[in-house]
């Protein structure tokens, strides 16, 4: 193999094996174990060689449910070192939720917490799974058991255009789709952000985010690691204790709840943020008086990017210069985009319109779904986002609203279609449309509007709902309130008007579970 080719996938570019990095601390715990880059470049060879040994091969996928752990993040490494394609999921999802994602993204391998072993293995034995394996938080479990020694063999096939990653999104229909993202597409992004950003060796990163969605794993994680970084690794986000750990940190990256949450602390202020650097904002909309505040009181401008599953990092407000409230800054360079009408044509400057984006961080397709796949590019290979955006005359980007309804809460998406899929099933019920309405911690709350068919009295109704909910959909998903209405407002062409929905029911926001 030439030292050409050992570059050419993401994992050599991360540069985790580098000798010269082999004592540098790449993570401390929350328990203050310190893992060198040494200690992860040999878990995640020593991983690869078992993931080899179980039959692995390049493009298998490896669904991983398991908290956050640093062995988590060497199994995300090793998957990448053999050409393994890194199916992360979320921790909340039930079993029926789990049940779709074995079926569709077919894995050789399931990777869970052991408590959730029993059922998962009955389910991914079902689902035609070869093995599932387990790991805890605390690096114990069945696919840490007689760890063979590192891998040796370079990873000869592994190419920039290797698939790196599946990740599930959701769209209108709430079938969750596949994400399939390459190593080019992460690689590049990477090397972005890490010049955009101004990472070097000395940064410390406040790690709070989780690992199975694309702001935890991919842009935190490949920024640190990529530029021989640091991470102050914490299993959640605490506020008090993200407060005491900035002190020894350099730059934090969060959604906008987190931001919310430390100003509701009532000491939090300049001094409490040492000597950090940076503070970035991403996954959901961060309010103009969450920006305001946070300079009022720390002195600090947050640094508010745009992104999503299917582009990586696309837009951003800039290191230098004014971050400005209520946008998201410009392109990335080496990113294009374009800002149209539901027609196809280019909308006048200010104007409102659906963005797309073209770029090497662009996902490769939707997995199994080439119709899908080409629906959502233009013919000259634009991504269209389904977000609504404008640019202002100094060409900032602001992103206005989300074209397909999507729900943010705490920085994690829900579509409406999927919780209003479920609901229509409860006994008692007609129809429904899921809404997000404003909410101070959160962003936003799930809220169902329901229809009942009249075989139930409310109070029936409701309890139902909400017993039927729990079993089938994660805490984040469930609604927090259901509004019963005798029907839903529509259109002429019977499209139920959610807007008038949201707009009614705006004041309404008291949390009733
Ligand atoms: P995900 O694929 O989970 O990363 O979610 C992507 C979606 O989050 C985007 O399509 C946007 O709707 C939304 N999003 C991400 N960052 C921002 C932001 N800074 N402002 C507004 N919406 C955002």
């Known amino acids: 193999m030439t030292s050409n080719s050992i570059e050419n996938n993401l994992y050599a570019r991360l540069g985790i094996d580098k000798p010269e990095r082999a004592q540098l601390a790449v993570l401390e715990t929350e328990n203050g174990k310190v893992w060198t880059y040494g200690d992860l470049s040999a878990m995640a060879q020593s991983l690869a060689q078992k993931l080899l040994d179980l039959g692995v091969r390049l493009g298998d996928r490896i669904s991983v449910q398991v908290g956050k752990s640093p062995e988590a993040l060497a199994l995300y490494l090793s998957c990448l070192r053999i050409g ?49 394996l387990t790991l805890d938080i605390e690096g114990n479990g069945s696919l840490m058991k007689d760890l063979p020694p590192g891998q040796t063999c370079d990873p000869l096939s592994v190419e920039l255009s290797t698939s790196a990653a599946l990740l599930y999104s959701s769209g209108t229909t709430g079938r969750p789709k596949g994400i399939v ?21 000395d940064d410390v990163l406040l790690h709070c985010l989780p690992i199975y969605h694309v702001h935890g794993l991919f842009v935190a994680c490949h920024c640190v690691l990529m530029s021989g970084a640091s991470m102050l690794w914490n299993s959640a ?146 991504f269209k986002t389904g977000d609504l955006a404008s640019i202002d005359p100094e060409c900032y980007v602001a992103i206005v609203g989300r074209s397909k309804d999507l729900i943010i809460t705490g920085g994690l998406n829900v579509y409406p279609k999927e919780i209003e899929l479920a609901i229509d099933r409860c006994e008692g019920v007609l129809e429904s449309a899921v809404i997000g309405l404003p909410d101070d911690d959160f962003g936003e709350q799930v809220v169902a509007v329901v229809v009942p068919d009249g ?33 839903l407002p529509r259109n002429a062409m019977g499209k139920v008007q959610k807007a008038l929905l949201r707009e009614r029911f705006a004041s309404e926001t008291v949390i009733t579970e």
């Open 84 to 132: 393994a394609v890194y199916h992360p999921l979320n921790t909340a999802y039930s079993l029926a939720e789990l049940k779709y994602f074995l079926e569709n993204a077919a894995p050789r391998l399931l990777i869970c917490s052991p408590e959730n072993e029993e059922p998962l293995n009955a389910l991914a034995q079902a689902c035609g799974v070869e093995a599932t």
């Open 181 to 201: 993202l390459t190593h080019q597409n992460l690689a590049s992004n990477a090397e972005v952000l890490v010049k955009l950003w101004g990472f070097s060796a």
């Open 237 to 382: 986000f605490e506020a008090n204790s993200a407060m005491a750990q900035l002190q020894r940190a350099s730059v934090m990256m969060g959604v906008p709840t987190y931001y919310t949450r430390l100003l509701a602390l009532p000491e939090f202020n300049a001094d409490s943020c040492g000597s950090m650097r940076l503070f970035i904002s991403g996954s959901a909309p961060l309010l103009s008086s969450t920006f305001a505040e946070f300079e009022e009181r720390t002195g600090h401008r947050i640094l508010e990017r745009y992104g999503m599953t299917e582009t990586g990092m696309s837009i951003s407000n800039p290191l230098s210069g004014e971050r400005k409230a209520g946008t998201v800054g410009f392109p990335l360079p080496g990113v294009e985009l374009r800002i149209e009408d539901d027609n196809g044509v280019t909308v006048p400057a200010g104007e409102v319109g659906n963005l797309l984006v073209k770029g090497p961080n662009v996902f490769k397709e939707y997995w199994g779904m080439p119709e899908k796949t080409a629906a959502d590019f233009t013919q000259d290979g634009f």
């Open 455 to 487: 075989t139930l009295d409310s109070e029936a109704l409701e309890r139902r709902l909400r017993s039927d909910m729990q079993e089938i959909l994660a805490g984040f998903k469930r609604p927090k309130k259901y509004i019963l209405l005798d029907g």
